[in-house]
């Protein structure tokens, strides 16, 4: 096979947040190459719940007709992305007829201290039983990613057949940069969806989030809405504001999770990257992106932003820095990438 | 302490905290409820068996939460989690039953994420099987109860609400009471206590299914039958599991065979009511110590034994045997006068402790009015709460009375209680306590006073002391039996003051009022709630006042 052939992406496309995001700049990015075709699946993980508002948009955009709950996916080619909406199923629910099928691995297979983010092998045994391919790979979209399946490999056994892609499937963050301040203030902020993972415990938020700040802005704080929010930080639900007036308001992004859950890619950092903000985050997730986001326990936290704002050129060296290193991430990386596992002399698809 | 949890905020999940947080009391662990958790509705009964273990969390010092019914972990409840700041020393165990791996992992994460830190995790599919209840979120765990002194058999016979709209019923029920080898007891749930209450048949002994917790009806039984169309709920089953565990006989006798089908050391018992005396006569009674034994030695005992989940979970039980009591304090005597204001009560109670002799070491457990008095004749003497119009609830100073007598009285203790109600505190303590009580109980029922409430709790009493009255008419009494014992006045005896004494009060007495006394009449008519006696006083006032010289005191 010289070209990419049929491809056919599998997906629930309810997923909030990154992972729909990612998947819909994926698609925009190798549409061009080769009209997939988009099976969407109505899991019950997300039932009840609309397609995430990106991805209609660039199925809009790309004049994708999705086919819902097809019996039969069949392609040279099925790209599953995240194999954890099948968490809450009995079975696979379809079949699946291919020559190579990629499951792209959104979700940690491992949280941090090693426990099990969802029934990986429950999951992985459903599309085992309902496919018939050549070749069937799990492909992570980090480093971190990576090292989690790979671990979980490890302890429980890749099914037989299986093989993990030797690059990373990354989330494209082709994103518009725009150019850091030069008079930089201890404006601080961050944004996610609402869940309990996303936030780190209410001592360290504090720490991240001090009265001291000249602003303290979280969108996507219905948890700390409901739990009572202290009057120095200005909370906004999900959604509740523009992505652009948010970033208006801050200088640093400082984004924490709880200690038991981590980013597996952190679109969310790349975001807070492009917007030309400082970015502070732990240091396993912040390994992602080189130096591009600090990495840094919450106590730091006030230390890190300080010695920027008392010296605007160092930030903004910084900041630029750090959208540079996003290249790494653009579309046409990924459109690379994506050529090469199709080209017979360097590819690996089957 | 040990705070329990559930994953849901439901009056279902409340009473399933209740369940575990009582259970493991009684093993001797610390435990308290998050009292923002309570339902804003809970019945009078729960109250009480709630009352010691709500607690404002804020100045309680954890060390450990167990989260029961973990298959749903709701947002709220993440939401108090990770509110509670735990620290890295408080232990955190997530219990359920899940149905498979994704439902495991998914209550470890949740809760994970709302407090920091990876909790423990206690599948009690793998621990105990199938539960006996479906969707039950208590752990449903056999503790045993202790072994209760000879006594004449007693057996419950737990109902659903329905088995009253047969007519056949209560007639059938009425019949098994009257048999002389057990005395018989029936739980029944909602408003079956009151119907019944309100029938003829309002002699039966009647418990409502969340009256006493299921360790206090264990505690009671010894041969329990359970009808219905299955395991009636989580309350009844761990009623059951109790007793099984005591070496006592459940007998499985539900349209579906529940306990049974669900591996537990039942007997399969008639469906029909009317079957049932002779059942328990012939196969059960003649056997029952042998089935009790035999059911303490199954397997599947074990595996639902409260030892194993106490293993599971990393719990130390504190005492090893259900009645080991706090200390090695022998048992007391305890009086508890009560009633309005409460002097002839006390009074009274008083004389009697003086007359036990060396050795009984009595205390007291009464009303702010008595304590001085009861702390002037050389007592101990535990303060209760008098009831005031300013308690939002009616029975509020009945919940402290029950908490401090539940605190004081250990198994084995005599409680005499002197009054004319039995309230909910005394009734309560006494079952579940297993206490050896005595009512003192001086008549004073009027003609035609409705007596069944003032009788209903008798039963809970191993012995009934009349005293008698000065007028006939006051020494009419309702019950009869054995238990029933029927005495004089119980009365202080002064000495008589010799003629000069007597002179010199008079004459005291008259420079006080400023007036001749030459007679003093005392009058002491007081019923609290059993009798009203104004218009005799008045009667007597009328009289006495023509009389010259007579002084008339009237206490009230």
């Excluded at chain 1, 415990?201 to 000249?214: K, M, N, R, T, V």
């Excluded at chain 2, 040990?2 to 849901?8: D, F, P, Q, R, T």
């Excluded at chain 2, 899940?98 to 439902?103: G, L, N, T, V, Y």
């Excluded at chain 2, 079952?431 to 809970?460: K, S, V, Y």
């Amino acid at each position: 096979m010289t070209g990419p052939g049929r491809i056919a992406y599998l997906l629930d496309p309810r997923f909030p947040g990154g992972t729909s995001s990612a998947v819909a700049e994926e698609l925009r990015t190798i549409a061009p190459l080769c009209q997939p075709a988009v099976h969407a699946v109505s899991s019950r993980m997300f039932a009840g719940h609309d397609p995430a508002p990106p991805l209609a948009a660039a199925f809009e955009a790309l004049g994708i007709e999705s086919v819902w709950d097809a019996d039969t996916v069949s392609a040279d080619t099925v790209i599953l992305h995240n194999p954890s909406f099948l968490k809450f199923e009995s079975g696979f629910g379809r079949r699946v007829l291919c020559r190579h099928l990629i499951v792209v691995t959104h979700e940690n297979f491992l949280r941090p201290g090693g426990e099990e983010a969802f029934d990986v092998t429950g999951c992985l045994d459903r599309i085992d039983r309902g496919t018939l391919a050549l070749r069937k790979s799990l492909a992570p979209i980090s480093a971190h990613n990576r090292a989690t399946v790979a671990a979980w490999g490890g302890r429980f056994g890749l099914p037989p057949g299986w093989d993990v892609l030797q690059e990373d499937w990354f989330n494209i963050c082709d994103l518009p940069m725009i150019a850091p301040t030069d008079t930089p203030r201890d404006r601080r902020g961050r944004h996610s969806r609402p869940g309990f993972e996303k936030f780190p415990p209410p001592g360290d938020l504090g720490l991240c989030f001090p009265s001291h700040a000249e602003a303290n802005v979280i969108l996507g704080a219905d948890l700390l809405i409901a739990e009572g929010a202290p009057a120095h930080w200005q909370v906004y639900p999900f959604r509740g504001l523009e992505l652009a007036r948010y970033f208006g308001m801050i200088d640093f992004m400082v984004y924490f999770t709880a200690p038991t859950w981590q980013e597996s890619f952190g679109r969310v950092l790349a975001e807070g990257i492009a917007a030309g903000k400082v970015v502070i985050s732990d240091k396993a997730t912040a390994a992602g992106f080189g130096g591009g986001v600090i990495g840094a326990r919450p106590e730091e936290v006030d230390g890190i932003i300080r010695a920027f704002v008392d010296d605007p050129a160092r930030f903004a060296r910084h900041v630029r820095a750090a959208q540079a290193a996003l290249a790494a991430f653009s579309a046409d990386a990924f459109r690379a990438r994506f050529a090469g596992l199709f080209d017979p002399r360097t590819g690996a698809a089957a | 302490m040990i705070l329990i949890e559930a994953g849901e905020r439901t009056d279902k999940a409340f009473d399933a905290k209740l369940l575990v947080a009582t259970q493991l009391a009684a093993r001797g662990h610390r435990v308290v409820l998050d009292d923002r958790t309570r339902p804003e509705k809970v019945e009078r009964y729960q109250k009480y068996e709630v009352a010691a273990f709500l607690a404002d969390l804020g100045g309680v010092t954890l060390r450990r939460v167990i989260l029961i019914g973990a298959e749903s972990v709701a947002q709220d409840t993440m939401m108090a989690l990770r509110g509670l700041r735990l620290g890295a020393d408080v232990a955190v165990s997530v219990v359920g039953r899940f149905a498979d791996r994704q439902s495991a992992i998914a209550a470890r994460a949740k809760v994970a994420y709302a407090i920091g830190r990876e909790p423990d995790l206690v599948d009690l599919a793998t621990l105990q099987g199938p539960p006996l209840v479906a969707n039950a979120i208590s752990p449903l765990a056999a503790a045993p109860t202790p072994v209760p002194p000879e006594r004449l058999t007693q057996v419950f016979i737990v109902l659903p609400q329905e088995a009253l709209d047969d007519p056949q019923t209560l007639p059938v029920l009425s019949a098994m009471d009257n048999l002389p080898d057990y005395r018989l007891n029936v739980i029944l749930p909602g408003k079956g206590k009151e119907q019944v209450k309100a029938s003829r048949h309002a002699g039966l002994t009647v418990f409502g299914y969340s009256e006493l917790s299921p360790a206090a009806f264990a505690r009671l039984a010894d041969i329990a039958a359970f009808f219905g169309d299955s395991v009636p709920g989580e309350r009844m089953a761990a009623f059951a599991l109790d007793l099984m565990r005591s070496g006592r006989v459940a007998i499985d006798c539900t349209a579906s065979g529940g306990f049974l089908a669900g591996g537990a050391p039942v007997l399969r018992g008639p469906e029909e009511i009317a079957a049932l005396a002779n059942y328990v006569q012939h196969t059960v009674l003649v056997n029952r110590r042998e089935i009790g034994r035999q059911a303490q030695k199954s397997p599947w005992l074990a595996t639902h034994s409260v030892e194993a989940l106490e293993q599971a979970l990393g719990l130390e039980a504190t005492v090893t045997a259900a009645d080991a009591p706090e200390g090695t304090a022998a048992s007391r005597s305890v009086f508890l006068p009560t009633n309005g204001v409460g002097l002839g009560h006390a009074r009274r109670c008083t004389l009697i402790a003086e007359a036990m002799g060396p050795g009984a070491d009595p205390a007291f457990a009464a009303f702010p009015s008595c304590v001085p008095l009861i702390l002037d004749r050389g007592f101990d003497c535990l303060p209760l709460v008098q009831k005031s119009p300013d308690h939002v609830e009616d029975h509020a100073n009945d919940l402290l009375s029950y908490l401090r007598l539940r605190r004081v009285l250990r198994s084995g203790d005599r409680l005499i209680f002197d009054g004319g109600f039995v309230f909910d505190s005394i009734h309560r303590v006494i079952l579940e306590h297993g206490l050896d009580a005595t009512w003192i109980r001086r008549g004073l029922w009027q003609a035609g006073q409705t007596l069944a409430t003032a009788l209903d709790r008798e039963h809970t009493f191993a012995r009934v002391i009349v005293p008698g009255e000065a007028f006939a008419e006051l020494n009419s009494d309702r019950s009869t039996g054995t238990h029933v014992h029927a005495v004089g006045p119980i009365v202080q005896r002064l000495p008589q003051p010799d003629g000069a004494e007597r002179a010199a009060r008079r004459a005291a007495l008259g420079q006080m009022l400023g007036r001749e006394v030459g007679e003093l009449v005392v009058t002491m008519l007081g019923g609290g709630v059993a009798a009203d006696r104004t218009a005799q006083m008045q009667a007597l006032a009328t009289q006495l006042d023509l009389r010259p010289g007579c002084l008339h005191l009237i206490v009230v």
